[in-house]
Structure formats: C-alpha cells, structure tokens
C-alpha cells in the first residue's frame, strides 16, 4: 500500500481539469491513502461520492499557488513541501512540478504541441521546452496519452526516462445516454480553440461550400455551432478574420457540461478539423452521444480512432471536407452512442501499476 499526493489544483476546469478529474475517482477508490493537493474538505470533488472511497484514507492539502507560477517554480512553501515528501510518489496531470519534492515524480505530457506547431513566439517557446524538459528530469516516469505523443516526447525532449501511454477518455457524465435521447437538427458542432492547428481555416470555407450545396440540392440547411465565447474569438489567423461574418455560424458562448451533452446529443456530425492533437477527445465525446464524427488524416486520429465509426478527410483539404459533408448530410444514418474503448477506469489502474512497480 502506497500513500500518494496528487495534484488536484486543476480539478474542475477544463483540459487538463478534466483529465484529472476523470481519473481521481478510480485512484481514490484503491486501498492506498492519498493527499489531494489544492482541495480541502469542503471541496466538492467533481464525479465523486462518498461511498466511493475511504474518506479516512485521504488528507487534504490546501493550496492557492498557481500552477506554472515562480512561486510554485522556485518558492513552493516549505510547509506544503513537507507533507507532500511524506508521500510515497507525486502525481501531476500536467508538466508543472513544484520546487521542493524530493519524492519519486510522475508527470503526465500530453503532447508537445508548441513545439512541434509554431503557436507562440521564440520566447514562449523556449520558457515551455524549459518547463517540459524540468518535467522530464524531475521525473522518475512520464504519462501521455497516446503513441504519437510519446514518440514526439522522446524525439523534440531527448527523453531518456519510461513514457507510458495510458490514455484519456470520454468524461462519465457523457457516457450515459439522456432519456429520452433529443431529436437530431441541422446542425454541425466544433469543440476547440482558434489556434491555427486545430484547423477552423479548413472548416470554415468548407461549411461555405457545403452549405451553398445543401441550398441548390433543396437539403436542409445547416448551421455551424462553436462551442466557445464569440467575444473571446480572437485570432491572427488572417483566414479567419472575417469569421463573425460567415452565414449560419453560431457561438454557443459558455456551456454547462449538461448543455454540452445535449448539443452533442442534437447535432448530426461533429468536425475535428486539426492539424495536429496529443490525443484529440470530442470526436470520442460525439460518438458516445450518438453523433457523427469527421476528422482530419492525421496520424494520431488514425491512432486513436482505430476500428471506431469516424470519417477521414484530406487535412486541410476544404473540397474533400465538404463533400464530406455532403455525403453524411445526404444518407441521414441514426449512430447509435458508440461504447468507447478507453476508460479512465483503466487509465487509473495502468498509472498506479506502474507507479507500485
């Protein structure tokens, strides 16, 4: 039996949150004993009840320290450095690794994207690989989820300490079917930022075409919906400035997970148009809510979207996507909710085999 310290500042919010949060209820519900870092006892712990874990077998450490701060970087308090080196091993959900822990470190990875895709200037870039490669040095083994991530760790890290894949998943609360299941509209869903990698450029010229298409061949007519602020929308992606302007195109401003479920559960195709992803989560989420997935050629989706009932388009390929969309559009097929093949169940289980071995 281990006692082990976790990370738990991100809990609750989205991205790294929801791994983390996916993960936490199937750690904490093994005999070992655990310190829950950045929660205290009125917390409430996303996903989890009571009866699920030993609530004697955990501690809780408050902490307001933000990670990838110079606080936590360089002056981690004493105090909270203490309780945590008490600890058998240290889980992080990310690459952020407080100064101060001397105890064996598992970090989690999930890709290396502002190294690979040019996202921020030579500044940026560089304080992010100093933090990446802190995180590998720090570490006895590394997390990710998925074999091109991993493989993009060694090469872009020079990483010479154990990655694992032991994937993400699609949140519980997706996972089971509303009742009764919400009638299917015209509608076609993005979930994700606006950086250049995660290719609106492709989408949006692309839901132009097929749109006009779908008013010549007297189809319904679609409408695009994006999850996400329109205030927030900014980009210096010149293809997209005049995005606001795009005919049909809606922003769904913020969302409630509930709401998110239902809009997944009504849409008839979800677009994952990117260029590049560590893991690449919405299309699993559209499957579990009965909804069609096109996604992009790209080798991680080929990974992870093995023998699952997705559409592959041409990256960056504008025509092919729409036609695309034309296809599904047209043959109208009810995709019953696809059970997905990964589950944090067994994300929890591979991460703590590995950490007790």
């Not at 981690?76 to 600890?87: D, G």
């Not at 015209?186 to 250049?196: L, P, Q, S, V």
């Not at 061949?217 to 005049?242: A, Q, Y």
């Amino acid at each position: 039996m281990m006692k082990i310290a976790i990370d738990c500042r991100m809990c609750g919010k989205s991205g790294i949150g929801a791994f983390i949060d996916g993960i936490l209820p199937h750690i904490l519900s093994t005999d070992n004993e655990f310190l829950l870092i950045g929660l205290d006892n009125n917390s409430k712990i996303p996903i989890i009840k009571d009866s699920q874990y030993n609530i004697a077998k955990v501690t809780f450490l408050p902490c307001d320290i933000s990670p990838f701060s110079l606080k936590e970087t360089f002056f981690f308090p004493a105090k909270l450095c203490k309780k945590i080196n008490e600890c058998s091993a240290f889980i992080s959900p990310y690459c952020n690794i407080p100064s101060g822990i001397h105890i064996p470190v598992y970090c989690t990875i999930h890709d290396v994207v502002f190294l690979d895709v040019k996202l921020a200037g030579r500044l940026g870039t560089f304080a992010r690989k100093r933090f990446y490669c802190h995180a590998v040095r720090k570490s006895k083994a590394i997390f990710t989820v998925s074999e091109f991530s991993k493989n993009r760790i060694i090469k872009q890290l020079n990483c010479n300490k154990p990655v694992h894949v032991v994937h993400s998943s699609v949140p519980e609360y997706l996972q089971e079917a509303l009742s009764p299941l919400p009638k299917k509209t015209d509608t076609i869903i993005f979930i994700g930022n606006i950086k250049h990698h995660k290719g609106l450029h492709t989408l949006i010229p692309a839901f132009e075409l097929f749109r006009l298409q779908c008013k010549k061949e007297g189809l319904p007519i679609p409408k695009l919906l994006i999850v996400g602020e329109k205030n927030n929308f900014r980009t210096k992606d010149t293809g997209l400035s005049n995005i606001a302007d795009t005919e049909g195109l809606e922003f769904t401003g913020f969302i409630s997970n509930e709401k998110l479920k239902v809009l997944l559960s009504e849409a008839k195709i979800l677009v994952q148009p990117s260029l590049y992803e560590g893991f690449g989560l919405p299309p699993l989420e559209a499957l579990s809510c009965g909804t069609r997935a096109i996604v992009s050629d790209i080798p991680v989706f080929r990974e992870v979207y093995e023998g699952l009932p997705v559409i592959f388009f041409q990256t960056e390929n504008t025509e092919d996507l729409s036609n695309k969309l034309l296809l599904i559009w047209k043959e109208n097929k009810i995709l019953p909710p696809t059970k997905s093949k990964y589950s944090f169940q067994l994300t929890a289980r591979a991460m703590l085999s590995i950490i007790d071995n």
